[in-house]
């Protein structure tokens, strides 16, 4: 059959009547999206390493893991949402709004804390549902319908601290009703061997694993990549687009509720005009991890390896006494030599 | 065209003519406002049975098409699937009566694995709800298998079908669609964009499809392929058949007439001897004697003198 079609000479294929060859061991190891990130992560940190002596104790380690995780949380769903072929410039901001909110739900209602931060998962939950679903009505990129509600939001966030505290930042919550649990669930420590470790590094780790699992075992996590991928094919196929779009950036939702309570519990108090920019952390995070801008492609390793780099050059700077206005300027560089690895691995990965 | 139908096939299947038709159109028509589309359009599709629909661009090939997978509806005529009289309403009832159109594009997701794609949007799973996932192993085993049935053989499901030749995309497409319970296939124009090679391996898993039991629709402007594997021959042209005939009541010269345009042609032919700089003394005198139709035409007689053409086929297609 398929075997006559190959002309002469050329190397016969493995099994009889295959046209295709199974690929090498270290094309397959290439192909997969986090090895780029894995490399670049080793880089960085042997760098570190023989540059700042402080880079190389315990004590450092949870502090880059701590800074590492509190982006990390949200490039998750970040990296999932762009393997689905979609942006979510409101992160940012959300994560403050989700504080935000917890805290001034808590206070102005004279309520124990978790009725804040219950609230608060329902509005960020929201945020994250109209973001899907403006997308999904009005046909406009997932840039543009972000981009909108980040501003409304860094607006609002402004506008309504003030209105109710008549201050830009919130009152401290810490003598209220169940600060004490709530701060224990989201901004804890735990010694290990002497280390103090925040307890986000754990959830990070936790939702990470959770991530992977649905991306790559689950149904949902086969229509992620999908809608990604060619969303007119899954769609005539029966996935359901628009439900998978709307519960991936739920999902970013969740993520920036969780790490903005870890802000609240942290520091008891939150300024109203933070978190601009983060998005772009969170986004740059994802791409470094291996995933590709025009969706279909990547994995929740890589977010975590992404963050993780981002950590190591956050931190490294600082103890490398070095001077942190460079900071931003590694960051570009990474972010494009992420994307040139990325795109060279793709093309070694598909290459026929 | 019961001689038609190879001799390995299964015994009941043999002799189409005689099993019920799986979809039938009698008369029918589509008009989008008033551009009569398709007018008065009979076709007949039997399982294990190909029927190619010819016609050159704008003949109503897509037409006829959405009509039949249900995309959109006919306001004139009978469209019947098994003897009942149908009217679809979206292309999903359609496949649940067992009719999947395998279109060009071919809905495949270029950067997700083989075994990915085939069970796209019916992944099969395993276990209750809260960690209900997806059964790799039992999903690979099927898609290899369902591959194989139709003459596929990859050994790693795992490479991104976008790696994968276009016609072994297409190949998978057709494997997927005959999987999931498809009975009538419409294939729109398979082959149009692919190389002669590739173009043999499609024309071979229509074949394929074809002993599996299915009927097939293929939708080409290609006399030629439809000429190897096809067993009924609708040519439409402004939307109306222009010819309808089995297999063994024409010859791949007549169906190459008459999808080149026939009589039209010969009226090209006289105007561009109008025009200055085309030598008409070179062009062919008759459109039935073009050289590459007459090669073929030979090649078809040759065969014809040992074994009938089904032997044609055969030779074509291995």
Request: proline share 4%; net charge neutral.
């Amino acid at each position: 059959m398929t075997e006559t079609a190959v002309p002469p000479g050329k190397a016969p294929a493995t099994a009889p009547g295959a046209r295709t060859t199974r690929r090498s061991l270290p094309r397959r190891v290439l192909a997969r999206p986090e090895v780029g990130a894995l490399i670049g992560a080793l880089a960085v940190y042997l760098f570190f390493f023989a540059v700042a002596p402080p880079f190389r104790q315990m004590d450092s380690l949870a502090t880059v893991l701590y800074q590492s995780s509190t982006i990390g949380i949200v490039a998750l769903p970040v990296a999932l949402l762009m393997i689905g072929g979609e942006f979510d410039l409101s992160a940012g901001v959300a994560v403050i709004t989700s504080a935000l909110t917890a805290s001034m739900v808590s206070w102005q209602l004279t309520q124990n804390v978790w009725v804040g931060v219950l609230v608060a998962l329902a509005v960020s939950l929201g945020i994250g549902a109209l973001n899907g679903f403006l997308l999904m009505r009005t046909g406009l990129p997932s840039f543009l319908v972000t981009l909108g509600t980040f501003l409304m939001l860094q607006g609002l966030n402004l506008a309504v601290t003030k209105l109710l505290t008549g201050n830009v930042a919130t009152d401290s919550i810490s003598d209220m009703d169940g600060f004490g649990q709530a701060k224990a669930v989201f901004a804890s420590s735990v010694g290990i061997d002497g280390v103090q470790v925040k307890v986000t590094v754990f959830w990070w780790l936790g939702f990470a694993a959770i991530a992977t699992w649905v991306l790559l075992r689950t149904k949902f996590g086969n229509w992620i990549f999908a809608v990604g991928g060619n969303r007119d094919s899954a769609r005539s196929v029966g996935v359901p687009v628009g439900l998978t779009k709307i519960a991936l950036f739920m999902s970013v939702g969740f993520a920036a509720w969780f790490v903005g309570m870890n802000q609240l519990f942290s520091f008891d108090t939150v300024q109203s005009g933070e978190g601009v920019g983060n998005e772009f952390l969170y986004i740059i995070a994802a791409v470094i991890g291996g995933c590709l801008l025009t969706g279909g492609y990547g994995s929740a390793v890589g977010a975590v390896i992404g963050a993780f780099i981002f950590g190591m050059v956050t931190q490294g700077i600082v103890y490398a006494n070095w001077n942190p206005d460079w900071f931003k300027f590694f960051l570009g560089v990474m972010l494009l030599a992420a994307t040139l690895v990325n795109l060279w691995v793709r093309r070694q990965a598909t290459r026929r | 065209m019961s001689d038609t139908t190879p001799a390995f096939c299964a015994p009941e299947l043999v002799g189409s003519s005689a099993a019920p038709p799986l979809v039938e159109l009698r008369g029918v028509g589509k008009s989008y406002g008033n551009v009569r589309a398709l007018h008065g359009v009979d076709l007949v599709v039997r399982p294990s049975t190909v029927t190619c629909v010819l016609g050159d661009n704008g003949a109503g090939k897509s037409t006829l098409i959405k009509v039949v997978s249900g995309l959109h509806q006919h306001t004139e005529g009978e469209y019947l699937i098994d003897g009942a009289p149908v009217r679809l309403n979206n292309p999903r009832e359609a496949l649940g009566r067992g009719i999947a159109t395998v279109y060009q594009d071919l809905a495949t997701v270029p950067l997700m694995p083989v075994w990915r794609n085939f069970f796209l949007g019916s992944e099969l799973t395993r276990g209750p709800w809260p960690v209900r996932r997806l059964d790799i192993a039992r999903m690979k085993r099927v898609c290899d298998g369902e591959l194989r049935a139709m003459g596929i053989v990859l050994d790693d499901l795992e490479q991104p079908i976008g790696s994968l030749s276009g016609g072994q995309r297409q190949s998978v497409a057709i494997a997927r669609a005959v999987h999931f319970g498809a009975r009538a296939l419409i294939l729109d124009e398979p082959t149009a964009a692919l190389g002669v090679k590739q173009s043999g391996v499609v024309l071979k898993y229509i074949a394929a499809a074809r002993e599996r039991g299915l009927g097939v629709i293929f939708i080409t402007h290609n006399p030629h392929h439809a000429y190897m594997v096809g067993d009924h021959f609708t040519v439409l042209r402004l939307g109306t058949v222009e010819l309808s005939a089995a297999r063994d009541e024409i010859a791949l010269d007549q169906l190459t007439h008459h999808m080149a345009g026939g009589a039209e042609l010969a009226a090209l032919k006289h105007e561009l001897a109008q025009v200055r700089g085309v030598d008409t003394d070179e062009l062919p005198k008759d459109p039935d004697a073009a050289p590459e139709a007459q090669a073929e035409a030979e090649a078809a007689d040759e065969a014809d003198g040992t074994g009938g053409p089904d032997e044609t086929r055969e030779e074509h297609t291995a």
